[in-house]
C-alpha cells in the first residue's frame, strides 16, 4: 500500500501534532467543533495507520526499521537526531496508544462539552498523543528523553487545567516537582551511558554491552560499582518518577485533580507506564545487572501491595482507581524486575484497556452525578446506568484476574513468574503479588457495589436528574470494553510466553522465568485454555474470589461492619488514610528542609554576595561604562574624526613601532 | 600594443543592473507622481531577473576576465544573489514608509540599483582598482540615500557625518593600497599575495596592511571606525537604514575576505593580530553600550556592530572553514537585520516613527502574531538555538577553536552573553509591559506576508541549517 515505510512512520506523529496545532493556535478560529474534528482526525490517522504498522511489522513479519529521519546537528561525533525504531514492542505500543487516545479524544466530546477550555483541552490531548508516540518510537536516548519530558509537560498542563482551582495548581506543582526528582535521575542515567558508550543510539549501546559489562567506577573512594548497575539504577529513577513507584508515587493520586479523560488517558493508560517501557526496551542493559532486578523487583512489589491497600480507605471514585492504577503500575515492574518483561509489557496493554475503561466508566458517572465523586453519595446507580455499569462490571473483573478476562491472563503470568524469579526478594515480591490479589478484588468490588448497587444515598435533585450520558460517552466504554475482556485470550500465548516481541526483547537464559512457566502447560495446544483450567487450582483464583466475597459481605450484607472496624483497627485506618506518611514526610523534611537551606541560600549568598557584589556590581560597571562610551558618542563630526585618528594611532602604536 | 575584448559573460548580471538602472533613470522621468509605482515594479522585476540570471549561470569554478580585475566564482554568486534578495525586501517593506513620508521617488531606487551594482563589483573585485571602484561607487550611492529625505535636519546631519568620515576613510585606504603596491609592485589580487610573502621589509608591509585595515574595518562598522553607525542609522529614514544596515554587510564582508584571504592570505599571521583587535573591540563596545540605548535604531546599530565583530571572527581563523562561517553568518545577519528593522517600520505610520524601545511595549496584546515574529528575531539575533543566529555563532567559533585560539571564543562568547541582555529586553518589553496605544497595526498584505516569511526563514534554517552552511563551505573550499 505505502512505498516506503518511513512516510507512514512520520505521519503517524505528525498527524496528532498538526490536530493540536489546529485545535490550539487557531482554536478561536475554527470554533468548538473545527477543533475537535481536527484533533480527532489527526488522533484516527494515526491509530489507523498504526494498525498498518503493526499488520506489517507483527502480522506480515516485516523486518525492524531502525533509522534516522532527520538530524539535527552532530557534535564531538554524538548525533542529536530524530529517528524511529520500529519492531514489535514499539508497534504495540503505538496502537494501544493511538487507540485509548482515540476513544478518549471522543469521550471527551461528551465530557466536556461545557468548559469555557474545550479547544485547549483538545489542543493539549492531541499534543499528549504526538509525544507519547515520539517516546515510544524512538531509536535514541535523546528522542526518549524528549518525549519524557514533553508528555511530563502536557501532564502537567492537564492536571493543572482548571487552573482556578487552587487543589488542581497544587497537585500539578506536586506532579511537576516529584517528577524532576526521577527525571534527574533519568538524565544523570542517560549522561551516564553517553559517557560510557559514547553514542545515545539504542542499537550501539545494545550492540556494545560487552564493553562495559565489566567496567567499575567509583563514586565513593574505595566503593567500586558496576557500571551497568548505576546505569540501570539510575534509569530506573527515572522510570519510578513517571510510572510513580514508591517512593515517588506522591503525585499520581493528587493528579485526579485533573479532568477525567486526561486520568484516564495520562494517568492511567499511557504516560505512567513510560517507565515500564523504557525498562523493557532497556531489558539488554537490565539483565545484565541482577543488583539493578532485584531493586526494580522489591520497589515494584512494595508499591503494588501496599499502594492497593490505600484504596481500601478512600471515598473518592477517581482516588480508588487511582490507587488501583498504582497497585498494578507495581505489578508491571515487578515482573520487570523478574526479568519477565513480556508479561510486564502485557500487563501494560490489558492494563490500559480495562484501567481507561474503569476510569471512563468513572467519569460517566461523575458526570450523572454532576460532578459528585463521593461514593458515600452514590449507590444503586445500577438501573440508571444500565450501558456504564455493565462495562464498568466488566473493567473490574478484568482487573481482579477473572479467569478469562484479559487482566487474568497478564495477572497470573506476572505472578507465575515471579514466583519462579530465584534473584533476592523474589520471595518478598511473591507474597507481595498475591496479597495483592486479595486486596485488589476487595478494593475494586467494594468500589463496584457501593456505585453501582446497595441503596440510593444520593440527595432528591440528583436523582431525579440520573440518566445515560449521550453516546458519543458511552461509545468509548464499549469499544473499551470489548479489548478487555478479548484480548488476554489472543495474545497471552504469543506475548507472554511465546516470541511476539522477537529481538526487542533481551533475557538472559537464566532469568528466563516466563520460559519456565511455559514448561508447565508444555503439551498444551493453547497455553491460554491450559491456564484457565488451571487457575481453579491455584492460590490468585481463590484470593481474588474472597475478595469478592469480603467486599460483599462488608458493603452489600452487613454495611454498618465497616465502621466498627474502622474503630476497632483506628491505628492501622489512621496509618492509611494518612498514606503512610508520605506527604507528611515530604511537606516537613524535603518541602520544608529546602525551603530552609533556601532562606539560608538567598539570605547569605544570594543578597550579601550575589546580589550586592556579583549582579550588582557587574551591572553597575557595565551600566558604567557603557555611559561613558554613550558620552562619547558627541554627536560632532570633529570628535569622529578624532576617534579614528587615535584608533590609527593605536594600531601603528601596537603593532608597527615594535616593529623598529 | 593589442587590445584583447575582454570576456563579458562573467559580469553578465553586473551589465545587466547597470542598463536597467539607466533605463529606470529614463523612464521615471516620464512619469506621472501616481504612476510612480512603475519604478517600484521596474526595480523589483530587475532583481529577480537578476537572480535568475545568476542562478542560471552559477559555477563553482572561478573565472576571471577584464585583464584579472574582475573575478566571478561560487562565492561570488552566492553573495550577489543574497544581495539581490536583501535588496528585493528592502524595497518591498520601504515602499509603504516611503509613500507615507512623500518619499516614493524614483531616487531612491536607481540609487538602490547602483548600490547593488557597486556591491557587486566589490563581491567580484580582484584587483585594488576593483575593489576601490565598487567602494566608491557603493558608498556615494548610499551617502545620497541617507540625505533623501532632504528637508528633516537629522537626516542631512547624519549624510553629512557619513560622507566627511568614508571621505577620511577611503583616504586612508588608498593610502593602504599604495603602500602594498609600493612593496609588491601590483595591484592584482593574486600577485600581491604570491610577492607579499617574499617582502624584506616587514614595517612598510604592516604599515600598508594598517590603513587598509581601517578602510574595510570603517565599511563594516568596527570600533573604534564605528562612531558613524548609530548616527547614521538613526538619522537616516528607517527605509534607508534597513538598506545600509544589510546588502552592504555582504559586500563588507567580501571586500574583507578579498582583501586579506585573496590579497593578503600568504602572510596572514602579519594581519590575524590586528584583526583580533578589532573584534574583540567591537564585541566589547557594540554589546556594552546596546545596553544603555533607549532608541531601537540606535540599539540595532551597536547590535551591529556586535555581530560585525563575530562575523570577523571567522576570518580570523583563516581557513576555509572560518571564511565559510563568516560568509553564513554574513548571510544569516542580513537576514535578521532585515527582519529587525521591518518592524520598526511596520510599526511606524505617517507622523510616527517607531522608534523608541517603549513603542514595543506590549505589542504582544495589540498583535500577539507580530510580537512572535519579533520574539524569533530577538532569540536569534542573541544566538539561542535552534534559530538561524545559534548556528551562525557556532560556526564562527568552532573555527575559531580549530585554530587554538580557545580563549578568543570564549571571550566571544562572554560578550554575546552581555548582549543578550538588551534582546531579551525586548521581548520583556513585548510581552509583560502594559500596552500604551491600543491602535491597531495596519500594514499591507505584501509587507505582512513577507515579514512573516523573514521571520520563519529564521526559524526554519535554523531548524535545517545543513544545506545553507554546507553552500558556503562548498563555494569557499571550490575558489
Known amino acids: 500500500m505505502f512505498e516506503d515505510m518511513q512516510t507512514v512512520y512520520i505521519w503517524i506523529v505528525l498527524a496528532p501534532l498538526i490536530g493540536a496545532i489546529i485545535a490550539g493556535l487557531f482554536g478561536k478560529v475554527v470554533g468548538r467543533t473545527g477543533a475537535h474534528i481536527a484533533a480527532i482526525a489527526g488522533v484516527a490517522i494515526a491509530f489507523i495507520l498504526s494498525l498498518y504498522v503493526f499488520k506489517d511489522i507483527v502480522i506480515d513479519g516485516a523486518q525492524a526499521f531502525n533509522g534516522a529521519v532527520y538530524t539535527w546537528l552532530v557534535s564531538d561525533g554524538v548525533r542529536f537526531e530524530v529517528g524511529f525504531l520500529i519492531d514489535s514492542l514499539s508497534a504495540m505500543m503505538m496502537v494501544v496508544v493511538t487507540f485509548v487516545s482515540l476513544m478518549v479524544h471522543i469521550y471527551t466530546i461528551g465530557y466536556m462539552k461545557d468548559d469555557d477550555g474545550y479547544q485547549r483541552f483538545f489542543s493539549y490531548i492531541a499534543l499528549f498523543t504526538f509525544s507519547m508516540l515520539m517516546l515510544v518510537m524512538s531509536n535514541n536516548f535523546l528522542q526518549l528523553f524528549f518525549g519524557w519530558e514533553a508528555v511530563g509537560l502536557v501532564s502537567y498542563l492537564l492536571i493543572g487545567f482548571w487552573y482556578k482551582k487552587p487543589t488542581a495548581i497544587y497537585a500539578n506543582l506536586k506532579a511537576f516537582l516529584v517528577n524532576r526528582v526521577g527525571d534527574f535521575g533519568f538524565l544523570l542515567g542517560i549522561a551516564a551511558v553517553l559517557m560510557y558508550f559514547g553514542s545515545l543510539d539504542y542499537a550501539t549501546v545494545f550492540n556494545n554491552v560487552d564493553k562495559v559489562n565489566n567496567l567499575t567506577m567509583s563514586i565513593i573512594p574505595n566503593q567500586d560499582w558496576s557500571v551497568i548497575t548505576v546505569i540501570c539504577i539510575l534509569l530506573f529513577i527515572g522510570a519510578m518518577g513517571k510510572s510513580a513507584q514508591i517512593p515517588l508515587h506522591v503525585w499520581l493520586p493528587d493528579s485526579m485533580e485533573g479532568p477525567t479523560p486526561i486520568s484516564a488517558l495520562i494517568h492511567a493508560a499511557t504516560m505512567v507506564t513510560a517507565g515500564i517501557y523504557m525498562v523493557a526496551r532497556m531489558s539488554p542493559l537490565f539483565e545484565l545487572s541482577t543488583t539493578a532486578l532485584s531493586f526494580v523487583m522489591v520497589i515494584g512489589a512494595t508499591t503494588a501491595l501496599f499502594m492497593g491497600m490505600l484504596g481500601l480507605v478512600q471515598n473518592d471514585i477517581k482516588r480508588v482507581i487511582a490507587y488501583s492504577t498504582l497497585s498494578q503500575l507495581g505489578y508491571m515492574t515487578v515482573a520487570l524486575g523478574a526479568s519477565a518483561y513480556g508479561a510486564a509489557v502485557f500487563h501494560l496493554m490489558t492494563h490500559a484497556f480495562f484501567k481507561a475503561l474503569l476510569f471512563l466508566g468513572a467519569g460517566a458517572v461523575i458526570i450523572a452525578m454532576h460532578h459528585e465523586q463521593d461514593m458515600r453519595k452514590m449507590g444503586g446507580l445500577r438501573k440508571y446506568l444500565p450501558i456504564t455499569w455493565f462495562t464498568s462490571m466488566i473493567g473490574s473483573l478484568a482487573l481482579i484476574g477473572t479467569p478469562g478476562f484479559a487482566g487474568f491472563f497478564s495477572k497470573d503470568s506476572i505472578i507465575e513468574a515471579v514466583g519462579h524469579s530465584t534473584i533476592p526478594g523474589a520471595s518478598y515480591a511473591y507474597f507481595a503479588v498475591l496479597a495483592g490479589v486479595f486486596i485488589t478484588a476487595l478494593y475494586s468490588f467494594r468500589l463496584y457495589f457501593m456505585v453501582f448497587h446497595g441503596k440510593e444515598r444520593m440527595d432528591e435533585h440528583t436523582r431525579s436528574h440520573l440518566h445515560e450520558p449521550s453516546w458519543v460517552v458511552t461509545l468509548p466504554l464499549i469499544l473499551l470494553a470489548i479489548p478487555s475482556v478479548v484480548i488476554g485470550y489472543l495474545y497471552v500465548d504469543s506475548m507472554a510466553f511465546g516470541n511476539f516481541f522477537g529481538d526487542a526483547i533481551f533475557v538472559l537464559p537464566q532469568h528466563d522465568v516466563l520460559g519456565e512457566v511455559a514448561k508447565m502447560f508444555a503439551g498444551a495446544s493453547s497455553i491460554a485454555w491450559a491456564m484457565m483450567l488451571h487457575s481453579v487450582f491455584t492460590l490468585p483464583f481463590w484470593l481474588a474470589a474472597s475478595g469478592v466475597a469480603t467486599a460483599w459481605f462488608l458493603y452489600m450484607k452487613r454495611p454498618d461492619i465497616p465502621a466498627v472496624i474502622q474503630q476497632r483497627f483506628s491505628l492501622i485506618y489512621t496509618i492509611l488514610i494518612n498514606k503512610y506518611g508520605f506527604d507528611r514526610f515530604n511537606e516537613i523534611v524535603f518541602a520544608g528542609g529546602s525551603r530552609a537551606i533556601g532562606k539560608i541560600c538567598w539570605r547569605y549568598f544570594d543578597v550579601k554576595l550575589i546580589d550586592t557584589f556579583v549582579i550588582n556590581g557587574s551591572a553597575k560597571t557595565v551600566g558604567w561604562v557603557s555611559l561613558i562610551l554613550r558620552r562619547m558618542q558627541t554627536g560632532y563630526l570633529y570628535t569622529y574624526a578624532f576617534a579614528m585618528i587615535v584608533g590609527l594611532c593605536g594600531l601603528l602604536l601596537i603593532f608597527v613601532y615594535p616593529l623598529k | ?479
Open chain 2, 1 to 479: 600594443m593589442s587590445f584583447e575584448i575582454p570576456d563579458v559573460m562573467p559580469a553578465l548580471p553586473e551589465i545587466f543592473i547597470l542598463s536597467m538602472a539607466c533605463i529606470i533613470l529614463v523612464v521615471d522621468l516620464f512619469l506621472s507622481k501616481t504612476s510612480r509605482g512603475a519604478s517600484y515594479m521596474l526595480s523589483q522585476a530587475t532583481l529577480i531577473i537578476a537572480v535568475l540570471i545568476t542562478v542560471a549561470t552559477f559555477s563553482e569554478a572561478s573565472v576571471l576576465s577584464f585583464s584579472d580585475t574582475f573575478v566571478r566564482d561560487g562565492i561570488a554568486d552566492v553573495l550577489k544573489i543574497a544581495v539581490y534578495i536583501a535588496t528585493f525586501m528592502v524595497f518591498l517593506y520601504a515602499k509603504d514608509y516611503l509613500k507615507d513620508r512623500g518619499l516614493f521617488k524614483g531616487e531612491f531606487y536607481t540609487l538602490g540599483l547602483f548600490a547593488v551594482l557597486g556591491m557587486m563589483i566589490l563581491i567580484s573585485a580582484h584587483n585594488f582598482l576593483t575593489i576601490y571602484l565598487g567602494l566608491e561607487l557603493l558608498s556615494l550611492s548610499l551617502y545620497a540615500m541617507v540625505a533623501l529625505h532632504r528637508d528633516s535636519i537629522q537626516a542631512s546631519e547624519a549624510a553629512m557625518k557619513y560622507f566627511v568620515l568614508g571621505a577620511i576613510a577611503s583616504g586612508m585606504l588608498l593610502y593602504g593600497m599604495s603602500m602594498i603596491y609600493g612593496i609588491t609592485g601590483s595591484l592584482d589580487l593574486a600577485v600581491i599575495s604570491a610577492n607579499a610573502a617574499n617582502v624584506s621589509d616587514n614595517i612598510v608591509l604592516i604599515f600598508g596592511i594598517v590603513f587598509l585595515l581601517i578602510g574595510v574595518a570603517f565599511k563594516l562598522g568596527a570600533v573604534p571606525f564605528h562612531m558613524w553607525v548609530p548616527d547614521v542609522y538613526q538619522g537616516a529614514p528607517t527605509a534607508v537604514t534597513i538598506f545600509i544596515g544589510s546588502a552592504p554587510k555582504l559586500a563588507a564582508f567580501a571586500m574583507l575576505m578579498r582583501l586579506l584571504m585573496d590579497g593578503l592570505g600568504s602572510v596572514s599571521a602579519q594581519w590575524q593580530d590586528i584583526l583580533i583587535l578589532l573584534v574583540l573591540l567591537s564585541l566589547a563596545v557594540g554589546n556594552i553600550v546596546a545596553i544603555a540605548q533607549v532608541n531601537i535604531k540606535r540599539m540595532l546599530a551597536y547590535s551591529t556592530i556586535s555581530h560585525i565583530g563575530f562575523l570577523m571572527l571567522g576570518v580570523v581563523a583563516g581557513t576555509e572553514e572560518g571564511v565559510s562561517a563568516s560568509m553564513f553568518y554574513a548571510i544569516t545577519y542580513t537576514l535578521m537585520s532585515l527582519g529587525g528593522f521591518a518592524m520598526i517600520i511596520l510599526l511606524s505610520r505617517k507622523g510616527f516613527e517607531a522608534e523608541k524601545l517603549a513603542d514595543f511595549k506590549g505589542l504582544n496584546q495589540r498583535s500577539p502574531w507580530y510580537a512572535f515574529l519579533m520574539l524569533i528575531l530577538m532569540f536569534s539575533m542573541a544566538g539561542v538555538p535552534p534559530f538561524l543566529g545559534f548556528w551562525a555563532k557556532l560556526s564562527v567559533l568552532s573555527a575559531v577553536i580549530s585554530v587554538d585560539l580557545v580563549w578568543l571564543a570564549v571571550a566571544s562568547v562572554i560578550f554575546s552573553i552581555i548582549g543578550a541582555f538588551y534582546y531579551l529586553r525586548v521581548i520583556k518589553i513585548m510581552y509583560f509591559d502594559k500596552a500604551e496605544s491600543s491602535e491597531p497595526i495596519h500594514c499591507s498584505k505584501d509587507m505582512s506576508l513577507l515579514i512573516s516569511v523573514n521571520a520563519f526563514a529564521v526559524l526554519l534554517i535554523g531548524l535545517f541549517p545543513g544545506g545553507l552552511l554546507s553552500l558556503c563551505l562548498n563555494v569557499v573550499s571550490a575558489s
